[in-house]
């Protein structure tokens, strides 16, 4: 069985197998500024070579956010798709706006940069939409290039999504660098987000130069990771009974628990055992006092002894 040396080892522990590690919020908005800063003018020279009319591309804001906060800073018009790569179905989740979308196609299609455009404030049509996804076939590719390793989206990117597709399409939650660019003509302005999950940001953070730089993310821990509650669940196992046994059951019936029940209880929370306890009680009060981290194979075998 694996036995951690210092609670703070068994913390570390505990913590990622209920949630997931994620970095410190300062290291991971760094690493994401890195990317979006070296991903800016990749992203103005192949926007110059598909449009019609000069763009301005800028950056707005790294910050740190979750996956399923996405489509939140945007209205109930945008357009949006998710990217996959060999190391995730979902490496970046891309949102572009209404302004943006109206930015763009009036470049794309010759309309005069000094002149407003129309916002959008209907659901997209099929150029929009396939514009759209023009866009956010730059995007990935500029920010493919930025990191010191690539993200390699699968290519070509799918179609972007709109109206209740967009809406109601399920995101997978985990912690997650925003990254915001700006999309502007001299008279209008938009934006195209892009949301990468820490996991595979971290995996091409520019900043890492070695093995040791990778295990101290994974030992860091964000602020809003460690303010999360959970429930906690202690169980105790009873015992053995065969099927016949268990349906001569009655009301009032008492049972009685194993020798060694005590010392095996464990200790749960969101559905995952997390360690193996042993019961007791403190004046009037139960409690459980830990022994050591759950080991799902030892405790597999040990089910085959007791059998």
Excluded at 27 to 36: D, K, N, Y
Excluded at 146 to 169: V, W
Excluded at 290 to 301: E, M, R, S, V
Aim: charged share 20%; net charge negative; aromatic share 4%.
């Amino acid at each position: 069985m694996t036995n951690p040396d210092s609670a703070s080892q068994i913390r570390s522990l505990a913590i990622e197998r209920l949630v997931g590690d994620s970095g410190e919020a300062a290291q991971v908005i760094g690493a994401g500024r890195t990317m979006a800063e070296n991903a800016v003018p990749l992203l103005q020279k192949r926007l110059a070579g598909e449009l019609g009319a000069p763009v301005t591309v800028d950056l707005r804001a790294v910050e740190v956010s979750r996956v399923t906060d996405a489509r939140s800073h945007v209205g109930d018009t945008f357009a949006m798709t998710v990217v996959a790569s060999p190391a995730s179905s979902d490496t970046m989740t891309l949102v572009i706006d209404a302004p943006a979308i109206a930015v763009m196609v009036c470049a794309l299609f010759g309309g005069d940069p000094d002149l407003p455009v129309s916002p959008i404030e209907r659901p997209l049509s099929q150029i929009e939409t396939d514009v759209s996804t023009l866009v956010f076939q730059e995007v990935a590719q500029a920010l493919n290039n930025a990191g010191r390793r690539p993200l390699e989206p699968r290519l070509p990117l799918p179609r972007a999504m709109s109206g209740m597709e967009a809406k109601r399409y399920v995101l997978r939650d985990g912690a997650a660098v925003r990254i915001v660019f700006g999309i502007s003509t001299p008279t209008d302005t938009g934006t195209v987000a892009v949301m990468i999950p820490q996991r595979i940001l971290l995996g091409t953070d520019a900043s890492a130069d070695s093995p040791a730089t990778n295990s101290d993310w994974r030992a860091r821990f964000s602020e809003e990771v460690m303010r999360s509650t959970v429930a906690l669940e202690a169980t105790m196992p009873l015992a053995r009974l065969t099927l016949g046994e268990l349906s001569n059951f009655e009301a009032g019936q008492i049972i009685e628990f194993e020798e060694t029940a005590q010392s095996r209880a464990q200790l749960s929370a969101r559905n995952k055992t997390l360690f193996v306890c042993e019961f007791g009680k403190l004046g009037q009060n139960y409690t459980v006092r830990i022994k050591h981290p759950y080991d799902a194979g030892q405790d597999f075998i040990d089910g085959l002894v007791r059998g």
